[in-house]
């Protein structure tokens, strides 16, 4: 049976997220995984997307977060980083949803390249190898 997994891409850093979004696709595309993805602003808005996609008719078995986060020099990082991380978890445990977290949380944009580049480290390639596993866990339990 084949993987259906929705993406969901914060593009606020469009090079980030590119990079991010390619990583996922070859994951996906190496496994046979069945995919579709969805586009928000920022990261704070990845949370309430799922939800909204969760209830519709849509049936999926996983979803993945993509996005990006840097450090400025205000406290608004914290709370971004704080508030979409708890979304994520909230909806993984209140409504027994599958997410894989792929939102880089970083000091810079170099930091952010490395880890979004078409390489083994890809946080994107991770964070749907994250989801796969656990819909494989959930299946065999």
Not at 18 to 33: P, Q, T, Y
Request: proline share 1%; charged share 25%; glycine share 8%.
């Amino acid at each position: 049976m084949s993987k259906n997994i929705c993406i969901v891409i914060s593009d606020y850093y469009k090079q980030i997220s590119d990079g991010l979004e390619l990583g996922a696709k070859n994951f996906c595309d190496k496994n046979s995984i069945i995919y579709e993805k969805f586009y928000v602003p920022g990261a704070l808005e990845i949370g309430p997307a799922i939800k909204f996609i969760s209830e519709t008719e849509h049936n999926f078995d996983g979803f993945v977060a993509l996005g990006c986060v840097i450090r400025g020099e205000t406290s608004h990082f914290d709370i971004v980083i704080n508030e979409s991380a708890r979304a994520i978890t909230n909806l993984s445990l209140d409504y027994s949803l599958i997410i894989g977290n792929g939102i880089l949380t970083v000091e810079n944009k170099q930091q952010a390249i490395e880890r979004s580049n078409a390489d083994q480290d890809n946080k994107g390639y991770h964070a749907v190898l994250a989801a796969s596993k656990l819909i494989d866990l959930k299946d065999n339990i």
